[in-house]
């Protein structure tokens, strides 16, 4: 079966530390990968993809993303966080196909950044 | 207006009333989506419409329709709600049949109470 993990249900970090957000999947063939971020009160922003080629993603806001296929994992960073960068997290995938999107999200995980 | 408009962004009704959720997208896709965000839970599904077709159905229950009248609009029909159907109802778009089907753009969501 199909399925998107974010171990960390919840993160607290502090404005300037370094923030590393897990996800892990289960799928049959190597899926299309994202992270969204949801501000309170907003829907998602994409913040990465990576459907193929280098491994190691670059984001907006400052993120990137690294895919290990032998971990079946794609985990999102960022090497200084700002107390703007608060808000839900949610790592998903999708077929490899360009006919139209069926994302599988994560349960998200909620970022606290203090100061 | 730009990107993925909802409205409106909160709704209150009682489980005898019928009321409506709209989606317009000002992107130029053609594909569409409801999404169904309750606490705690991973992002549900409901709809996709690509080419103005419906092509997901996932298993919702028959109180919600979907409407589809052309490639920039989305509506969600509700009727006999259950209070466990509140959540927030998170409308997105992407270009179907592209390298991008799978790049959601997400609106901002309606909050839906249903007393």
């Known amino acids: 079966a199909q399925s998107v993990t974010q171990p960390d249900i919840h993160i607290t970090v502090s404005e300037g530390a370094s923030l590393e957000l897990r996800c892990n999947y289960s799928y049959g063939a190597t899926p299309y990968l994202f992270w969204y971020v949801q501000s309170p009160g907003q829907g998602l922003q994409l913040l990465l993809k990576?459907?193929?080629?280098?491994?190691l993603v670059q984001g907006i806001k400052g993120f990137e993303a690294e895919f290990k296929r032998s971990q079946s994992s794609f985990n999102l960073r960022k090497p200084s966080v700002h107390w703007s960068d608060a808000a839900e997290y949610f790592c998903a995938v999708g077929p490899p196909t360009d006919s139209w999107g069926k994302l599988q999200f994560g349960a998200g995980t909620q970022v606290v950044v203090t100061p | 207006e730009t990107g993925v408009t909802q409205t409106p962004r909160h709704l209150v009704m009682g489980m005898t009333n019928k009321k409506s959720l709209k989606c317009e997208q000002h992107l130029g896709h053609n594909a569409m989506y409801w999404y169904k965000q309750s606490a705690k839970k991973p992002l549900e599904l409901m709809f996709v419409?690509?080419?103005?077709?419906?092509?997901e159905n996932n298993s919702v229950p028959s109180r919600f329709s979907p409407e589809c009248p052309n490639s920039s609009h989305l509506f969600l029909h509700l009727h006999t709600l259950q209070p466990e159907d509140s959540a927030l109802y998170l409308c997105a778009s992407s270009q179907a049949h592209s390298y991008g089907a799978n790049v959601l753009t997400f609106g901002a969501g309606s909050r839906l109470t249903v007393l």
């Open positions: 419409y690509s080419l103005e077709e419906r092509v």
């Open positions: 990576y459907f193929s080629g280098d491994t």
